[in-house]
């Protein structure tokens, strides 16, 4: 079965975890802020944030060295992404970073940072919201929820070759709210196409 949250924005949330965040009060500047939803008291808002400066790949994404003095993590979190892009750690670069912030108030701040556009010079050398199956421009939306048990195997192997980017998360069970997700038009018309194909109900 799959449930998805539409119209965009309306009232998702995010299953708190803690993998790849940092606990922090400092909350960046934001440009573009969309709040996405609440669950629970939590409060979910997404925005873009740019620097220049330096970018190093590491086990758990790229290091950035901000020219200001800034230091952080940031991951590289598009699907279907075999071109494995490393920077040169030697050269400045304009970073621009999508950011999530999930957040109770007098409790706690969850920072997300995801690397979202890298250029030199002129020339854009990184892209996330290009699918790098499809090379079309993604939206960033509220993921669809799919139960991951209604599909075989063999589903999962071909979205991960061909249609990565579809927006849906496949899930053991239904919980709590959901997150926002890079959705390619292509990926998704593929992967309805295979539901289709297989029989399974939406
Ligand atoms: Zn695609």
Redesign the pocket.
Known sequence: MRIYHFPWLAAVSLVLTSCGATNGTKRPRLRETVSYGEFSGEKLEEGKRSTTGTLKKSPSGFEVTGADGSHFLVRAARL?DRSDFVPDPGKEYRIDILTRIVSRPKAYTYIYDELAKVSDGERVIYDASL????R?T?MRKPEGRATKDDYPRSFYRQREEK????GISYLGCVEGGSDLRWS?????R?SERRAKELGIKE
Do not use: Q, R, S
């Open positions: 279907g699918c790098p199956v499809h079309v993604m249609f990565p980017n579809d390619c038009p292509e990926c998704y593929l």
